[in-house]
Every structure is written in structure tokens, then in C-alpha cells.
């Protein structure tokens, strides 16, 4: 048999099918083949206007509609990078089965021998398949969208079709930090962002973990109740107790100013006055932690509950006999235990609440009250963003560049946590 | 002597019983505490879904009169029934697509080697971190465009996508869990992939499948910011967007209806939840341990 030449197969695969065909893959070399000759057709007929749509954003105000044209650019663009990654899989499968064949081992060949191939060799591939297209859809699209939509000016001055959108540069990442008015919401808001998301995360880990420990002692009778109620928070649908927590602070109506605050005073020696939690900020951003605690802290508790019930008596009852105090074995025993599986869902709960939308608008709408740019007091990052796009004056344009910065702090933060916490390590 | 050495024997012992008479009190008292403050609101707001509807705010209050005319009310003069059908279809199709997906993922990332697969498996990782939820007006360009907007599937189309790299992550996780020598022996016994997958793996995962099946279920009923920002016509509502507007009046507070409502979608999903829940722990610990 003949000896082929990888390189030059390789050369041939630069028209993708015919480097396979010279190796005498008849049935792959076709396919490719026909692959490639799509693409041609439907850049042709489709992609390369939607190509310069997304370039120019429309030329004819009224007839062109600026979003639409950067949806089907964005979309044919990932199409190309696919067809891209397609291309150099085949030029170096052409000279790797060159190669393959030059040292006598067996490739498939016919319609029947290349189905067989795929059985075995392309399962894997075949049953990721539908996740690959549904995220390509559902994330990857709208995200490239968002990302280029903050490089925009779409906003209430700009609705298409009516008026076209043009490309604004770095525009309102500049307004975001250097026009004065948003420079102040964008600073009250992060801030306020930060707090939050420091706050309520901590808290309900603190509880989450302490619960655990506590609950988990052998003397308790009564377990299983206690478990019962303690997972109740986690089982109701968030929505539903923040609504309804909603009603509970309410200033003059509300069980916790009529009914819980005048209960205590029959005990405490200080006298509490009613308190405005929905009208005053710092009140309102209290209740809403507290709240946060409330609702997180099973999850915590249930996922601790499962990794101390992990942890070898034989650890404690050593450290009795060597004297130890409860304080020294939770700091040198139970801890390290709970961190080292836990840690990484840990960092999910900031990460979670620093997006934590819900919340923050259910209870009470991000008020009170106005930092400027439309955002009140208590709103965070995504909730401004809301706020920025359901407007009577949306601003599309600065939401997406608000996103596209919210998405870079939570990515940079995972990321890190996940290299230190060798998530990367898949074996 | 000995006297002493015996009274200071005495001392200490019930120095300990009464450390450990603290320890119980103190120990009860916190869980109790808790309880009640779980407890509390819960009840205020289940209570007042039993009372006269010109209520105005949740608070314990045991005596009468109790009624069930919220309840009736919420189905003969609200959309209350429609919404929840329409949150029930969406909850349902995006729960059996979800689960298949992720699972069928889930399960070649822990058992198949393939050219790209540590590659793409960090891309799972990294897009799981996207808080795609952020995107919205994406979305809605994406829904007028593709003319999704006030459809169900547009928002189903979502609620999956959304849920895969985070939820494929796990599920590899716990796939890893289930020893490589059951794959192996049943292989030389002559299985192939498909068989292996459904008969031997499949059966050891079910838990966490479980698990999954309900937090994809549970997303659409808890989802209010897509849902509110993509379904625009009141009987295309989900039931979390429709509750909000009974209370969403602050003049205009329908807080006896907003309970009613509220406890007919927590009851259900209490049940499926606490029915399942024996899985967490092992799920959790099991698919959160690697990240």
C-alpha cells in the first residue's frame, strides 16, 4: 500500500472532505464536505448581510431595526466561530488518519463503517449534544448580546424601529464613572451591594453552621421535629415569605410593630419604640439581612448537618482525653472539616446574593426613597438594572454595561475560589 | 481528709451536673427560640388566609371567624387557576427536558474520555458563573424577534438553559460517585453503552435525580424577575408575578387573597420537598464536595 503524505492531506483538508477523501474515507470526505459547502451557501444568502448588520446597525431608520440586526449578526457570528472550530478539527483529523493509516492501523471507510465509529467513538458527543445547543441559545447568545448592547445607545431616545441604535464606544462605562449623577448612584449602589452581600451571606452561614452544631448534639430528644421546622424556610418558596415579610415590617400595620415589639416590652427593660422599616433606609436594609438569614440558613444547615455526621467520633474523643475545650475542637476539628468539603457552596452563597434580586425588589421594591438614576436605597446592582430597563425611561444601553460589570466581579470571585479550591482538578 | 476529698468529689459533681444542666437549657432554649421565630410568621400568614378578607395585615390572631372564602374567591373572581396552570406547564416541561439533559451530560462528563472534554468542561464552569438572569433585555429582543414573548415555551427555553452548567456540573459530580467497577464488569459481561447507562448506572443516581427533578420544578414557581419581564398579558401570568399584584397596592393591599394564594403553591411544594428531602444530604455533599 501506498504511503500517504500527513502534510500534504492536511493541505488538501484546507477544502475541507477532500484531504479525508485522499485517505480514502469516502463517506466522512462527502459530509465535510457538504458541511462546507453549506456554510458557503448560507453566508452567501444570509450570513454575510447579517454579518455587516451587526457592523452598521442599520442604515434606514424605520425600516432596518437595529436590535434584530445585532441579534442575527451576533448569531451568525457564533455560527462562523463553530464553523471555525469544525474547519481546524477537520484539517487535523485529515492528518492525523493519514498518519494513522501510514502506520497500518484499520479507519473507517464506508457508510457502514462510519456509522459503527460513531456509535462507540462519538456517544459521548451525541449526549452532550443537546446541552450544547439549548446553553448556546439560552446563554451564550444573550450574553454576546448584552455584551455588545453596553457598547450602544440604546435607550428611551432610541427604540427601534422607529430610530436606529449606533455604536457609542466605551460611552456608558464612561458616563457610569465620570458623569457626576450616575458616578453617585453607581458608587451609593455598589456600596450598598458589597454591604449586602457581605452581610446576609455571612449571617446565614454563622446560623446555618451554629444551628448545625447545636442540633447535632446527642442529648437532644426531638430531632426529627426540629429538623422538620428548621428546613421550612428553605422549602417555602422564597417568594411567598418575602412577600409576605413584606407585610409583616409594615410600618403602621405590620405584626412585628403591633404585635412582636410590644411582646418584647413586656420582658425587656428597655422600652423599643416602633420602628420604620419600610421608610427608613438603614431600617429597611436591617430587615432585609435579617430576612436573608431566615431564608438561607437552612441550606447551610442541611448541607454542615451532613458533613458533621461524616466526622469520626474517635477526633473528639481524643481531644477530650488531651484536654481540649469545645471551643478548641469546633476550631480544630469541626471547622477544618465543614470548610474543606463546604467552602466552595459557601462562596455560592455570596455570589447567589450578590444577585439576589428577588429580595431586594419583592420586599420593598428597592426603596425607599431615591440615590439618583432611579435607584432607591436599597437597591443593589441587579436590581438597579431592573429598574434601568422597566423604567418609563429605559436605558438599555447603561444596564448592560452595569451587567457586563456585575458578570466580571462574579466570574473574577468564582474563579479564584474555585482555582484555590482545585474545582479544576477533574480527575 | 478523706472527708473533704469526698466533699470536693461531691462539689465537682454537681458542678458538672450543673454545666451540663446550663448546657441542655441553653441548647433547648436556642432551638426553641428559633423555632418560634421560623414558626411565627408562617403561621400568621396561614392564619390569615382563614380569615374575612378586609384583613390588613398578617398578625396572630386566634380568634374568629374562620372562612374559606379567599379560596373560592381566588378561583371564581381571579386568575388565580390560570396562572397556576400556566406555572404548573411550564414547571413540568422544563423539569423533564432539564433533567434529561443534564443528566445525559452529566453522566458522559464522569464516564467518557473524549478530545475537548476537560476543555468544555471548564466552559460549564465558567458559564455557570454568568448571572444570566442579567441579560434580560437580551432576552427580550430574543423573544420579539423569535415572537416568544408572552409564550410559554420562550420562558421554558430559558428556565432549562439556565439550569444546565450549573446543575451538569453536579450531576458529573455524582455520577463520580457510583465506583467505575460496575461499568467494567458489566461491560465484559457484554452490556453496551446504552445498556450500562440505563440498567446499572441509572438506578444508583436516582436520588440526585430526584433532587434536580425538583429544583427544576420548584425555578419556574420561585422565578419572579423573567417571568414579570417576559409575559406581559394577565392570563399569560405565572403564579409568583400574579400573587405580587394582590399586594403590589400598597392602598390597595388584598393581604387575605395574597395568603390564600400563597399557601396553595407552598403546600405542594413543602410536601415534594420534604418527601425528597432524605436525598439532600447525600446529594449535597456528594456533588458539592468537588464544587
Known amino acids: ?427 | 481528709m478523706i472527708k473533704m476529698a469526698e466533699q470536693i468529689k461531691v462539689k465537682k459533681q454537681s458542678s458538672i451536673k450543673r454545666n451540663r444542666f446550663l448546657k441542655h437549657f441553653f441548647t433547648y432554649l436556642y432551638m426553641i427560640l428559633l423555632s418560634i421565630i421560623i414558626i411565627y410568621p408562617l403561621l400568621i400568614t396561614t392564619m390569615t388566609a382563614f380569615k374575612s378578607s378586609d384583613v390588613v395585615a398578617f398578625t396572630l390572631d386566634f380568634s374568629g371567624p374562620w372562612t374559606l372564602n379567599n379560596f373560592k374567591e381566588l378561583f371564581t373572581d381571579t386568575l388565580y387557576g390560570t396562572w397556576y396552570g400556566n406555572t404548573l406547564i411550564i414547571s413540568i416541561f422544563t423539569m423533564f427536558v432539564q433533567v434529561a439533559v443534564i443528566t445525559l451530560a452529566g453522566y458522559t462528563y464522569s464516564r467518557y474520555n473524549f478530545a475537548g472534554k476537560k476543555w468544555s468542561l471548564t466552559f460549564f464552569l465558567v458559564v455557570q458563573m454568568v448571572p444570566t438572569m442579567a441579560a434580560l433585555t437580551a432576552y427580550y429582543v430574543l423573544g420579539m424577534l423569535l415572537n416568544g414573548l408572552d409564550h410559554d415555551w420562550f420562558l421554558i427555553l430559558i428556565y432549562i438553559g439556565g439550569g444546565i452548567p450549573m446543575n451538569t456540573w453536579l450531576m458529573k459530580g455524582y455520577f463520580d460517585t457510583v465506583p467505575y467497577d460496575f461499568d467494567e464488569s458489566a461491560k465484559l459481561d457484554g452490556a453496551g453503552n446504552f445498556t450500562i447507562f440505563w440498567k446499572i448506572v441509572m438506578p444508583l443516581v436516582k436520588p440526585m435525580i430526584a433532587v434536580q427533578a425538583l429544583w427544576a420544578f420548584m425555578g419556574p414557581f420561585g422565578d419572579y424577575m423573567t417571568a414579570r419581564y417576559l409575559l406581559r398579558e394577565e392570563e399569560n401570568l405565572t403564579v409568583a408575578v400574579g400573587l405580587q399584584e394582590f399586594i403590589s397596592d400598597p392602598k390597595n393591599q388584598q393581604v387575605a387573597l395574597f395568603a390564600a394564594g400563597a399557601i396553595l403553591i407552598a403546600l405542594p411544594i413543602c410536601a415534594l420537598f420534604f418527601y425528597l428531602q432524605r436525598y439532600f444530604v447525600t446529594g449535597l455533599t456528594a456533588g458539592g464536595a468537588k464544587g
Open chain 1, 1 to 427: 500500500m501506498e504511503k500517504l503524505n500527513p502534510k500534504k492531506t492536511m493541505w488538501l483538508s484546507l477544502i475541507p472532505g477532500l484531504g479525508q477523501l485522499k485517505n480514502g474515507q469516502k463517506a466522512k470526505g462527502i459530509i465535510f464536505l457538504g458541511i462546507f459547502a453549506l456554510f458557503i451557501i448560507e453566508m452567501a444568502v444570509f450570513g454575510f448581510n447579517a454579518l455587516v448588520g451587526l457592523v452598521t446597525l442599520g442604515t434606514v431608520a424605520g425600516r432596518d431595526h437595529s436590535m434584530f440586526l445585532m441579534v442575527r449578526g451576533t448569531l451568525q457570528f457564533l455560527v462562523t466561530i463553530i464553523f471555525l472550530m469544525f474547519y481546524i478539527v477537520n484539517v487535523r483529523d485529515a492528518r492525523k488518519t493519514a498518519e494513522a493509516i501510514n502506520r497500518g492501523k484499520d479507519v473507517p471507510k464506508t457508510w457502514k463503517e462510519m456509522c459503527d465509529s460513531l456509535a462507540t467513538d462519538g456517544f459521548p458527543y451525541l449526549l452532550t449534544f443537546p446541552a450544547y445547543i439549548l446553553m448556546i441559545f439560552t446563554i451564550i447568545l444573550p450574553v454576546f448580546v448584552t455584551l455588545l448592547m453596553a457598547f450602544t445607545n440604546y435607550d428611551f431616545n432610541h427604540i427601534p424601529p422607529a430610530s436606529l441604535i449606533s455604536w457609542i464606544g466605551i460611552q456608558n462605562f464612561h458616563d457610569m464613572f465620570m458623569l457626576s449623577s450616575y458616578r453617585a448612584t453607581f458608587g451609593a449602589v455598589f456600596g450598598w451591594t458589597v454591604i449586602w452581600t457581605l452581610c446576609a451571606s455571612t449571617l446565614q452561614i454563622v446560623i446555618g453552621i451554629f444551628t448545625a452544631v447545636v442540633a447535632h448534639q446527642d442529648f437532644i430528644k426531638g430531632k426529627k421535629i426540629f429538623g422538620i421546622i428548621f428546613l421550612l424556610p428553605w422549602a417555602v418558596p422564597a417568594f411567598v415569605t418575602i412577600m409576605s415579610f413584606s407585610n409583616i415590617f409594615n410600618d403602621s400595620a405590620g405584626a412585628i410593630n403591633i404585635q412582636v415589639i410590644p411582646f418584647l416590652n413586656h420582658f425587656l427593660p428597655v422600652h423599643i419604640p416602633q420602628i420604620s422599616w419600610m421608610t427608613d433606609p438603614f431600617w429597611t436594609k436591617v430587615a432585609l439581612i435579617m430576612i436573608q438569614g431566615w431564608l438561607g440558613f437552612p441550606y447551610i444547615y442541611v448541607l454542615v448537618t451532613g458533613i458533621l455526621q461524616s466526622i469520626s467520633e474517635d477526633l473528639y474523643e481524643a481531644a477530650t482525653i488531651d484536654g481540649a475545650t469545645p471551643v478548641q475542637k469546633f476550631n480544630h476539628i469541626t471547622l477544618p472539616a465543614i470548610l474543606a468539603v463546604a467552602a466552595p457552596t459557601f462562596v455560592t452563597q455570596y455570589t447567589f446574593n450578590f444577585n439576589n434580586f428577588s429580595i431586594i425588589y419583592l420586599f420593598n421594591n428597592g426603596g425607599p426613597g431615591d440615590v439618583g438614576g432611579g435607584a432607591g436605597n436599597s437597591d443593589i446592582l441587579i436590581s438597579w438594572i431592573y429598574k434601568l430597563t422597566t423604567g418609563t425611561t429605559p436605558q438599555y444601553g447603561l444596564a448592560s454595561a452595569i451587567t457586563l460589570i456585575i458578570s466580571a466581579i462574579v466570574i473574577a470571585v468564582s474563579l479564584f475560589v474555585f482555582k484555590k479550591s482545585h474545582a479544576f482538578d477533574m480527575d
